[in-house]
């Protein structure tokens, strides 16, 4: 026992520390090569996401961010040359369309006249020179607004003199050229929701119009073109009801209903490229390959447009435009649409 103890278990512990030395050693500085691993190789493929054209229906509501304003003042112009006689009005009065407001005496000029002399011979003579009196009546009914006509003042024709402000409002938006192509049809009313104000009207006499500030011949003309938008942009107008109380400032949302169409050919509107009448898409084969295809547009709801020919239904396209850029979501964010409503259902 004596023997173990004093030289078998000494030297199996120095054998043993010597293994581990030796094999610590190994570890830091000679690693063992590594084995490529044939499992981990890439084997996956990249394909571009499809849809399938489907029947769908489509409501066409363009919704724009409009303001509430008085309708614009409209200029007296003068209808003759010559000199105020008799103003039958004040600033600030009430005046109806048609009503007299000031008259202008016209000069005549003298009237030749040719009469036969006892010996024959032609005598031309001028008669006296006369006048006459144009009336200058209210352009329509309203306030008069920077009316400053004075008795014996000179007037030429177009001259204005001054402004009737219509007692009543109207809401302007602006419109932006994509949604004057959805405009399929000219609309005649919309339909208008002020926040905080009455319940939904129908904004009637609504127009489309193409606003050039630098055009208005007066101030009143001139905000109201500006409020409409840059110089050139459309701007859609309609006016108020009289029973409707509204304040000017107020914003409102305006909704025009462009039509709809119900059990048509649809696609998402990114897998188009183009957005009125005609288009593109990437029509897949046989071969799993998206190709160039046109198509014939109809309605769209800004999320989904109506494919009136060039495909079936069934028919497998690439969901997005090759190239193109991110399209926003209309649905979480109709601002970044342009403020349009989208309505599909099957």
């Known amino acids: 026992m004596g023997v173990w103890r004093k030289w078998i278990f000494p030297i199996l512990r120095m054998v043993l520390v010597a293994a581990i030395a030796v094999a610590l050693v190994k570890l830091a500085f000679f690693p063992d090569a590594p084995q490529a691993d044939a499992s981990l190789q890439p084997t996956g ?12 229906s489509i409501r066409n509501d363009v919704v724009l961010a409009g303001t509430v304003g008085p309708v614009p003042a409209v200029a007296i112009k003068a209808t003759a040359n010559g000199t105020v006689d008799e103003v039958f009005v004040k600033p600030g009065q009430v005046v109806g369309q048609g009503d007299v407001l000031f ?20 005598i031309v003579s001028l008669g006296q020179p ?3 009196f144009e009336k200058v009546l209210a352009p329509t009914s309203g306030v008069l607004v920077g009316f400053d006509v004075l008795s014996e003042q000179p007037m030429a024709v177009g001259q204005a003199a001054g402004r009737v402000a219509p007692p009543s409002f109207e809401v302007s938006a602006p419109l932006g050229a994509e949604q004057q192509y959805r405009l399929t049809q000219m609309p005649t009313e919309a339909e208008v929701v002020i926040a905080g104000g009455p ?15 630098a055009a208005g011949d007066d101030a009143d003309t001139a905000a109201a073109g500006a409020a ?8 859609v107008r309609c006016s108020v009801p009289a029973e409707v109380k509204v304040f000017s400032g107020l ?4 909704t025009i209903a462009a039509g709809s ?21 990437w029509l897949v084969g046989d071969d799993g390959e998206g190709a160039e295809h046109p198509v014939t547009l109809g309605l769209t709801d800004g999320v989904n447009v109506q494919i009136v020919d060039g495909l079936a239904e069934g028919d497998a396209v690439l969901q997005f435009v090759p190239g193109a850029p991110a399209q926003p979501d209309c ?16």
């Open 199 to 213: 319940a939904p009207f129908s904004c009637t006499s609504l127009t489309i119009s193409t606003t050039d500030v």
């Open 130 to 132: 006369g006048h006459h």
């Open 228 to 235: 409409g938008g840059a110089p050139g942009s459309a701007t």
């Open 45 to 56: 493929t990249i394909s571009e996401p499809q849809v399938q054209v489907e029947r769908a």
């Open 103 to 122: 008259d202008i005496k016209v000069v005549d000029e003298p009237v030749e006249t040719t009469t036969v002399g006892p010996d024959g011979v032609p």
């Open 251 to 254: 914003t409102a949302q305006v």
């Open 331 to 346: 649905e979480m964010d109709p601002a970044a649409c342009g403020g349009m409503v989208m309505g599909l259902g099957k």
């Open 261 to 281: 169409a119900d059990d048509v050919l649809a696609v998402p509107t990114t897998a188009v490229e183009g957005g009125a009448e005609t288009g593109v898409v």
